[in-house]
């Protein structure tokens, strides 16, 4: 399954509770990348300069990283894709992963939010450092402050969620991953979600798409 939408549509958070109910691990880039940037491995150093300008790392870059990820153990019944592929290289190497290992692509859904919406929930987004587990300081705040109601972690706010990053980041969407979504609409398998209202009724909308 791939979830796709504008940076802040929420594709983490819905991710997550969907690995815990279908019991598939969410497999986002932005956390690979982001973990790579911390260990500063050869994969961190180059990704780092695209991230912080709030472009997309580079295809040849990234998609050694995903391909390793996707052929781990615990990816073999399936796996939720976050924020992967964004470009149509990326979909068309997905493709021939997916191909290669027999497995069809069930659902591509995504989640439509107005600019506005986006920029306000970024904005004040804090991120758990260990788990990586998205809170909002309004919308969703931790119980205590800065600190991960799941693994107890540090919450952070990620660097590029400030608001000139953000709007490069909102672009780079538009440019290279809007086309991506309508591609998969014309090939059948997209469907539209509503990424208005509070994630448990974005929840609710995707779970009735997903079952059906
Ligand atoms: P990535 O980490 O993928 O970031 P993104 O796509 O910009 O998406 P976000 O993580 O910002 O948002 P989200 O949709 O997951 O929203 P969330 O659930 O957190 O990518 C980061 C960078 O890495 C890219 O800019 C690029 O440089 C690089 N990269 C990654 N993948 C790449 C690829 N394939 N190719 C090339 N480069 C790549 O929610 C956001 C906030 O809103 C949170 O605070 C949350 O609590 C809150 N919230 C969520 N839902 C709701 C709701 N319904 N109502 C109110 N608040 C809500």
Redo the contacts with the bound molecule.
Sequence with gaps: MI?M????????????LLEARFRIPHV???????SAVCAKTELGLE?RK??E???????GV?LGA?RDRLAAEDCRDGFVL??????VT?SKALGEMLSAAGKPLDHVVS?R?PVS?VVS??S????CRRCES????A??PPRRDAVCDKCGGELYQ?S??REE?IRA?LQ??ERQTAPLIEAYREQGVLRDID?????Q??WARILHEVDA
């Design positions: 979830l939408g504008p940076p802040g549509a929420g594709k983490g958070t819905q991710a997550k986002s880039s932005g956390e690979i990348l982001r990704a695209y991230m300008r709030g472009e997309l790392v580079p295809d990234l995903v976050d924020g992967f592929p964004r470009t990326q989640i939010v919406e929930r970024l004040g987004r804090r991120t998205p809170y909002h300081v919308y969703s990620r590029d969620d990053t980041r780079a969407h990424g208005s209202g509070s994630p009724e974005v």
